[in-house]
């Protein structure tokens, strides 16, 4: 079992930065995939980026590339999501996920992950 912890939402300008972090409980972390998901009122939930583990890649999903950066830290067993240049746009709940075993094309699908984070809200004012 792995329990997820999110902390580091909130209210921020448009053109400001937020970090959020995902602290996960249980002893394989360095193993598993961390990704980062969003979702507004009213839509689907969206893949915003994910890191595969030690040694792994990072993607950044279409809409957070070149603004948002995921970052892994093994001996905290804690995943970071580092959002700049935040655009109204970006408002919705922020979640953490982790898988095991998650190949390339899993990445961006939300049911392939088996563990979620509480939800963090970030809102972007104009």
């Known amino acids: 079992q792995v329990q997820l912890v999110e902390s580091g939402g909130g209210l921020v300008q448009a053109g400001g930065s937020l970090r959020l972090s995902c602290a996960a409980s249980g002893p394989t972390f360095s193993r598993i995939t961390m990704a980062w998901f969003r979702q507004a009122p009213g839509k689907e939930r969206e893949f915003v980026a994910a890191h595969r583990g030690t040694g792994g890649t990072a993607y950044v999903g279409r809409s957070a590339k070149g603004r948002f950066t995921i970052s892994r830290d093994n001996a905290k067993n804690t995943a970071y999501l580092q959002m700049n240049s935040l655009k109204p746009e970006d408002t919705a709940v922020y979640y953490c996920?982790?898988?095991?075993?998650?190949?390339?094309?899993?990445?961006?699908?939300?049911?392939?992950?088996?563990?979620w984070g509480q939800g963090s809200q970030v809102a972007v004012s104009s």
């Open positions: 996920a982790a898988g095991f075993r998650l190949i390339l094309s899993d990445l961006e699908n939300p049911s392939r992950y088996n563990y």
